[in-house]
């Protein structure tokens, strides 16, 4: 995403006393702050120079007026957001929680997922970020929910493409829609028959960039038909992780399993499945919790799968 160097002027209107005036020029100042600019004052009318979002091209600066002031709370909860968003680690909540945030399958679309929130929160932006086993499942669309309209204005959705996930920050116009209850939508195309989690972290934040929730859920997509080909372990997701992970597997035919995992000593941590199991697609969750139902050290740990005569291992990362 490029960022463009522009500069703009704000112009407060109106009748303001000392106070409310000071409260929109420190919205001004944060907003130059953030986009790693400065600001200077000639009369009512301000000058902000600035590194500004260029948003698909269609550049967000170019949307806006010389009143400003009615705005300024909107593009802040943007660009707090799309700033974090730099960090690919700014979604990763504290630890594992179900939140207001939750996943679902679509109707009738085996590859289609639905995020959705309780109606009830009250937001200005978010961070999220979706992980997905790349091997098995390659992003065919995402699709922000008229949550994010706000009239004739650019929509502040924008995502970032990386290896095995997707990186979203978005912000709500103050005069945007009514809670809908839908966030966005997700549809991917399987590159194999295999039953695979999708794993979404999130984080909410008010109009202040504070953060009001943060939270983790997941769901196991099937792209499978019918029997699979072969014997097959997908990736821990997520992974690295300090919540729960879910791994993945396929049977060709009725086999012994066998689902371990092993610290970097090769000691067993935990047996998470241990049964003759019937042809098709699983998956199965680790708490992180050794045999002794204790949360396991930081580090690096491995998942065998054993069915039959084939063995596969893994590798995931646990971190606080």
Do not use: H
């Not at 704000?10 to 020029?25: E, K, P, R, Y």
């Not at 399993?257 to 680790?286: C, M, R």
């Amino acid at each position: 995403m490029d960022k463009i160097l522009r500069e703009q002027k704000f112009q407060l209107t109106g009748a303001c006393s000392d106070a409310s005036c000071l409260v929109q020029v420190g919205q001004l100042m944060a907003v130059s702050k953030m986009m790693g600019g400065t600001i200077s004052k000639i009369g009512n009318t301000y000058t902000v120079q600035a590194r500004v979002i260029d948003v698909e091209r269609g550049v967000i600066e170019t949307e806006v007026s010389q009143d400003f002031t009615g705005t300024i709370e909107d593009l802040s909860g943007f660009i707090y957001s799309w700033n974090r968003a730099d960090n690919p680690k700014s979604a990763k909540s504290g630890g594992y929680q179900e939140g207001p945030v939750s996943l679902e399958a679509a109707p009738g679309e085996k590859l289609k997922l639905i995020a959705r929130i309780s109606p009830e929160i009250i937001f200005a932006s978010m961070d999220a970020e979706i992980e997905y086993d790349q091997s098995l499942l390659k992003v065919k669309a995402l699709e922000a929910s008229d949550l994010w309209q706000g009239g004739d204005k650019p929509q502040l959705f924008l995502s970032k493409q990386q290896e095995g996930r997707t990186v979203i920050s978005a912000a709500k116009w103050q005069e945007g829609q009514e809670p809908s209850g839908q966030l966005f939508s997700m549809s991917f195309e399987g590159n194999k028959a295999s039953q695979t989690p999708v794993a979404l972290s999130y984080r909410l934040y008010n109009d202040q960039g504070a953060e009001i929730c943060s939270g983790n859920t997941a769901l196991t997509l099937n792209a499978g038909l019918g029997i699979p080909g072969g014997f097959f372990l997908g990736r821990a997701a997520p992974n690295p992780s300090n919540r729960p992970v879910a791994v993945s597997y396929q049977l060709p035919r009725q086999a012994r399993v066998k689902l371990e995992v092993y610290n970097i000593a090769g000691q067993q941590v935990a047996t998470l499945v241990d049964a003759e199991q019937p042809a098709g697609y699983y998956s199965q969750t680790w708490d992180l919790k050794d045999r002794g139902r204790n949360r396991v050290a930081n580090g690096i740990y491995f998942y065998q799968l054993s069915a039959g005569e084939y063995r596969s291992v893994g590798k995931m990362v646990v971190i606080r």
